[in-house]
């Protein structure tokens, strides 16, 4: 996967960082992790099916494959449990994510720069649905980074799947490693503002690696409560443990503007339901979704009698 991504990069502007990516993420991929070899014999297995193209079908990333064995193909990819982002088909195989990421897609898709040829990153990509989606909207590259091996894992699997993989990689790296040179056109971050300690350091780092007149598309936690400027949980929220700052809309545009984006505008705001986000048997023994992060007596509370979970998508240029 690595040196199709070389070969991919150096015939765009990322010829300029490729060779560092890929030094990180080989000392990322060499990690001291017990379950690589599970994670390797998964996809070794996985490499005996059929392949096929690639194609968005809603809900579903489809991969056209024939004559799969569903069986083996599904015990295989449970070896990469749990499944949060999807929903993908493979063959008559539905593997149903716990999330059903057309419906962030969509609300968004509609609104931003097209991404025909543009060099796009996809901060915290998870297994790369979107990075795909990217990819498969013509993108001349979409590259995905997220630190979590599993799902670097993950991506690889589907990719071992399609025949003629379209321009998208996701390499196993944090926001923070990425060099600060101004080469991409598009940047995503979703999911991924919440988890930072210093919100104003990762809008910076988001800044550093966009292009003059780039976009930014970011999509995060806020709340809807009269006069409250943001929420800093002191435990948990929604049964997570590393969620650090919830902002009003209003604070999120001043940080937005305090970093100096130019034509902030809000997208969306969409409280999340459990169609959105389910339990499936993709995710593993931990079954919990949605349902059981919320007060069981009032769905606008988490269990934790915060304001439930609630997105908005931002986008702004540079
Ligand atoms: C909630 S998931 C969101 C996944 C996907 N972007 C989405 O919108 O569904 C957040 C992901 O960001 C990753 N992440 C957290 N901090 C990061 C950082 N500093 N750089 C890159 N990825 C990060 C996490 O490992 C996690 O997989």
Redesign the pocket.
Known sequence: MLSDFYKCATSTQLDLICTQLINLSTRAFNANNGNIPKWEQAIEQIKTQNTGSLDFITPYLNISAHHINNLTLEKSLKQLMPWR?GPYQIGNLQLNSE?R?DM?WHRLIPHIKPLKDKVVL?????NGY?TYLMAISGAEIALG????LL?NYQFQAIRTLINNPPNAFVLPL???EMPKRPLFDTVFS???LY??KNHRLHLKQLKDVMKPDGELIL?TFIIDLEKVEKIIPKGRYSKMRNVYCLPSVNTLHTWLEDAEFKNIKLLDITKTTSKEQRTTHWIGNNTQSLKDFLDPNNSDLTIEGLPAPRRAIFICQK
């Open positions: 982002k999330w990421g962030k996809d901060v915290g990509s998870g979107f980074i997220e630190p979590f799902f944090l926001l923070e979703m999911g991924v988890h930072q999509e």
